[in-house]
């Protein structure tokens, strides 16, 4: 069984900028979460997908956007970046609601992403 | 607004001891409320969780108290060993998503 893994793991971009990150999900998790976590914070909920579409959205503005597909793999956009947007990006993959460990979210190790 | 909180941002434990470490949450419809525990490059990992329901379960090594008078939950560590030495999240889950806290880094003291 593999883990959620990530790509890239580390990255530099600049103001203005766009950068797309990629997550692959646990074997048989059809649910995927991505938060920011920036240094020496907890990670903050940036969104959630499920059956390829946005299920919940946390406080950030829409230039972060995502994909899911139909593999459960899925990407984060973010467009236009901002030197605040330098932080570590965590993808996590679950099961739907209502099923027996809905709650337990596996991480992958991250994007981190610096923005100059 | 939600908000997870942790009392103590850091966390000294002669190795062998028990570790207590501590958080408030203030989201009373919160579900279900999970610590997790980082080490450093790596994403977040699963310790243990409890369901609102409960105040209290254990895993191995691992306790969690949930106290919902007071929306205090704690996780306590036994025998606490080298490789424990990490930076421990509370979250609380409401809805699709996970409030964390700052955090607690551990340290052990060999």
């Known amino acids: 069984e593999t883990g959620v893994t990530q790509s890239p793991t580390h990255l530099i971009k600049t103001r203005g900028q766009q950068v797309t990150l990629r997550c692959s999900s646990q074997?048989?998790?059809?649910?995927v979460s991505w938060y920011q976590q920036a240094l020496g914070q907890g990670p903050q909920f940036i969104f959630q997908y499920y059956r390829e579409e946005e299920n919940g959205r946390g406080n950030f503005p829409p230039r972060f956007s995502g994909l899911q597909f139909p593999n459960y793999s899925s990407e984060l956009n973010v467009n236009a970046l901002e030197l605040d947007d330098s932080a570590l990006y965590l993808c996590a993959s679950s099961t739907d609601r209502g099923r027996v460990g809905a709650n337990v979210l596996t991480f992958g190790a991250g994007s981190r992403l610096t923005v100059l | 607004g939600e908000s997870v909180g942790l009392h103590l941002p850091t966390l000294s434990v002669q190795e062998g001891d028990n570790s207590i470490i501590n958080c408030a949450y203030s989201?009373?419809?919160?579900?279900?409320f999970i610590w997790y525990k980082q080490e450093s490059g790596k994403g977040p990992q699963f310790i243990i969780d409890?369901?609102?329901?409960?105040d209290k379960r254990q895993g191995q090594r691992v306790t969690v108290l949930l106290n919902k008078t007071v929306k205090h939950l704690s996780l306590q560590i036994a025998a606490t060993q080298p490789g424990d030495s990490a930076v421990y999240f509370c979250a609380e889950r409401w809805t699709e998503k996970l409030t964390f806290g700052t955090g607690t880094r551990l340290t052990i003291i060999p």
């Open positions: 989201n009373s419809a919160s579900d279900y």
């Open positions: 409890i369901r609102s329901n409960m």
């Open positions: 074997s048989g998790h059809n649910t």
